[in-house]
Nanobody
Framework: QVQLVESGGGLVQAGGSLRLSCAAS????????MGWYRQAPGKQRELVATINNYGGTAYADAVKGRFTISRDNTKNTAYLQMNSLKPEDTAVYYC????????WGRGTQVTVSS
């Protein structure tokens, strides 16, 4: 079992920045990929960014150049640095982790005001 806890969400004005964290705990030998997803009201959950355990990253087109995903394997923690935030980035942000199965956190709310 893997437990994921997201933190760092909040309310920010357009153009501002936030840094999300996702801490993994529990019983596992290695976490392969970790990812950030988001779900806005009335919309489906969508991929934001992923990072594998070698540091390889991928981003949704909507966040390229503004968001940066990273991870600290010694802390089993993934981060999402979000800069130049826009109102359309408002959503609940979820972290996931891939071991032998996929685990999800409960999410953290990000609200960007115009």
């Amino acid at each position: 079992q893997v437990q994921l806890v997201e933190s760092g969400g909040g309310l920010v004005q357009a153009g501002g920045s936030l840094r999300l964290s996702c801490a993994a705990s529990g019983s596992f030998s290695v976490i392969n990929a970790m990812g950030w997803y988001r779900q806005a009201p009335g919309k489906q959950r969508e991929l934001v960014a992923t990072i594998n355990n070698y540091g390889g990253t991928a981003y949704a087109d909507a966040v390229k150049g503004r968001f940066t995903i990273s991870r600290d394997n010694t802390k089993n923690t993934a981060y999402l640095q979000m800069n130049s935030l826009k109102p359309e980035d408002t959503a609940v942000y979820y972290c996931n982790a891939h071991t032998l199965r996929i685990y999800w956190g409960r999410g953290t709310q990000v609200t960007v005001s115009s």
